[in-house]
Structures are given as structure tokens and as C-alpha cells.
Antibody
Framework: QVQLQESGPGLVKPSGTLSLTCAVSGGSIISSNWWSWVRQPPGKGLEWIGEVYHGGDTNYNPSLKNRVTISVDKSKNQFSLKLRSVTAADTAVYYC?????????WGQGTLVTVSS | DIQMTQSPSSLSASVGDRVTITCRASLSISSRLNWYQQKPGKVPKLLIYDASSLQSGVPSRFSGSGSGTDFTLTISSLQVEDFATYYCQQSYRTPYTFGQGTKVDIK
């Protein structure tokens, strides 16, 4: 079955760019579903960041839209998140997830801390 | 954005209890409502999609109902492994939004 694995730096400086990658295994990223990023600040609830289709189409949360880019690399069977101009408020566990409008398969999550 | 409001925010229950959690949407979302379970330090797990469809592998004591703006998640007989936080999520339109969560703990 499909498995997802996030990777990237666990510490990002304020005003820097958060960059994460989600590797898809056990299936192709070229499938009839979207691929999302979801985050969860420590002790808080879940927030959808955005999604990408294998063709490159994207949808973003307007609360983050000016700072976020999600892209897909079909050759590597992975998709990526870039979040610019980060602050302490962006400290969270970041999850990637397979998306059929609901999220049925999740990565293990990676904690990203924004701190100098 | 569509606002999702869960009630209660927390509840205490005993093993064997019937538990009901409510989720209300700020506008009609048809049946585009999903439920997740999250245990501390763990990944959210999809329980119910499209209001009432049980995800594969999820025990039948979990059920969902509702349409429009009002939805419920019911656990027919609470088990030890069900103590967790539950989230609803609307998939009617982007941005997808979640409820604030309902924490179910041991009475």
C-alpha cells in the first residue's frame, strides 16, 4: 500500500524558508488523487496548507497563499512544500497526505521549529 | 472559509459507554464530512468519510451520520483504545477545514 515519508530540516531561522519533501512509495504519484500538506502546531489542531495534482495544479489555503508553494516531481515520485518568511507561529508538525478531499494516508509527520 | 465547530471540546467516559460527538458546519456541505482519530504523538487516522462511510479496517462500533450542516460521530461501545482526540473535516470546498477537536478521556 501507499506510504508517505516527509523529510527536511527540523530547524529553520525566522524569516527563512521552510522546505519539506514527501516521498511516495508503494504507488505512483501519477494517480487520480491530490497530494496535500497539513500542519499541527504543538498542542493544537490541524490546518490544511494546500494540495497539488500530478499535473501541477495547486490549491492553497488563503491564510498562507502568499507564502506557500507546493510542487510535484514525477521523476522522483515525490512532492514538496516551501513556506517563505517563516515566524515562530509556523512551528508545527508537518504532515503530507494522500487526498481524495479526505486524507486517507498520512506520513509520520516531521516537527519543524522556527527559532534563531 | 467554512467554519467547523465541534462539541463538546472534551468529554469523560467509561469503557462500554456510548459516545456521541457533534460537528456543525457554517454552511451546508452536503455529505462532505470526514472524521479522524488522533492519539497523542501519533498520526491522524481516517475513520469515516462522506459523513457515513466507514474507512476500511475501522471497527464497526464507529459510525457517522448527518448531512447539510449537522453531523455526528458515534462510538457505540467505547473501548480502551478509543481514548483519543477526534476531528471533523469538511471536504466540500477548499480550503479544507477541521473542527477544533474533541478529546475523549477516561472517566
Amino acid at each position: 500500500q501507499v506510504q508517505l515519508q516527509e523529510s527536511g530540516p527540523g530547524l529553520v531561522k525566522p524569516s527563512g524558508t521552510l522546505s519539506l519533501t514527501c516521498a511516495v512509495s508503494g504507488g505512483s504519484i501519477i494517480s487520480s488523487n491530490w497530494w496535500s500538506w497539513v500542519r499541527q502546531p504543538p498542542g493544537k489542531g490541524l490546518e490544511w496548507i494546500g494540495e497539488v495534482y500530478h499535473g501541477g495544479d495547486t490549491n492553497y489555503n488563503p491564510s498562507l497563499k502568499n507564502r506557500v508553494t507546493i510542487s510535484v516531481d514525477k521523476s522522483k515520485n515525490q512532492f514538496s512544500l516551501k513556506l517563505r518568511s517563516v515566524t515562530a507561529a509556523d512551528t508545527a508538525v508537518y504532515y503530507c497526505a494522500r487526498t481524495f478531499a479526505y486524507f486517507d494516508c498520512w506520513g509520520q509527520g516531521t516537527l519543524v521549529t522556527v527559532s534563531s | 472559509d467554512i467554519q467547523m465547530t465541534q462539541s463538546p471540546s472534551s468529554l469523560s467516559a467509561s469503557v462500554g459507554d456510548r459516545v456521541t460527538i457533534t460537528c456543525r458546519a457554517s454552511l451546508s456541505i452536503s455529505s462532505r464530512l470526514n472524521w479522524y482519530q488522533q492519539k497523542p504523538g501519533k498520526v491522524p487516522k481516517l475513520l469515516i468519510y462522506d459523513a457515513s462511510s466507514l474507512q476500511s479496517g475501522v471497527p464497526s462500533r464507529f459510525s457517522g451520520s448527518g448531512s447539510g450542516t449537522d453531523f455526528t460521530l458515534t462510538i457505540s461501545s467505547l473501548q480502551v483504545e478509543d481514548f483519543a482526540t477526534y476531528y471533523c473535516q469538511q471536504s466540500y470546498r477548499t480550503p479544507y477545514t477541521f473542527g477544533q477537536g474533541t478529546k475523549v478521556d477516561i472517566k
